[in-house]
């Protein structure tokens, strides 16, 4: 449980790095640099799907990444009933990254390498919190 729980502390610092990045980069440049898909972070980030509720999806990332951090220290700390509603978070999570990257695949036919790897760190989590 304990190593669980560390990868888990991991995968949150490195998604919220990931945000991070992104909004900076956002904010200062007005672009994505140094995408390793070229075009395409720039294309996914500036689509009418980059925002939701008139929130840019990155700034959610990463206020979702501070509370796993967040669960982290509680879990490790308290192991209480909260992680059913860590599960509930996560599902969510996953189910709106599942729904992102199918419209960098089908609707803007382009991929951004940051979006895709949060994605993919979405999916980790989850499949660490669900095992607790």
Same mark, same amino acid.
């Given at each position: 449980?304990?190593?669980?729980?560390?990868?888990?502390?991991?995968?949150?610092?490195?998604?919220?790095?990931?945000? +991070?990045?992104?909004? $900076?980069?956002?904010?200062?440049?007005?672009?994505?640099?140094? &995408?390793?898909?070229?075009?395409?972070?720039?294309?996914?980030?500036?689509?009418?799907?980059?925002?939701?509720?008139?929130?840019?999806?990155?700034?959610?990332?990463?206020?979702y990444y501070l509370i796993i951090i967040l669960e982290y220290?509680?879990?490790?700390?308290?192991? #209480?009933?909260?992680?059913? $509603?860590?599960?509930?978070?996560?599902?969510?999570?996953?189910?709106? +990254?599942?729904?992102?990257?199918?419209?960098?695949?089908?609707?803007?036919?382009?991929? &951004?390498?940051? &979006?895709?790897?949060?994605?993919?760190?979405?999916?980790?989590?989850?499949?660490?919190?669900? #095992?607790?």
């Amino acid at each position: 449980m304990e190593l669980k729980l560390i990868l888990l502390l991991i995968l949150a610092i490195t998604g919220l790095a990931i945000a +991070s990045y992104l909004i $900076y980069s956002r904010n200062k440049y007005h672009s994505i640099r140094g &995408c390793p898909s070229g075009k395409g972070c720039n294309a996914v980030l500036n689509s009418k799907y980059s925002h939701i509720f008139g929130i840019k999806n990155d700034i959610l990332g990463a206020l979702y990444y501070l509370i796993i951090i967040l669960e982290y220290f509680l879990l490790t700390a308290l192991m #209480t009933n909260l992680v059913i $509603y860590f599960k509930i978070l996560t599902s969510f999570a996953l189910l709106f +990254s599942i729904y992102l990257f199918y419209i960098q695949a089908r609707v803007l036919r382009q991929y &951004c390498f940051y &979006c895709v790897t949060s994605a993919v760190i979405n999916l980790l989590i989850f499949l660490i919190i669900i #095992t607790l």
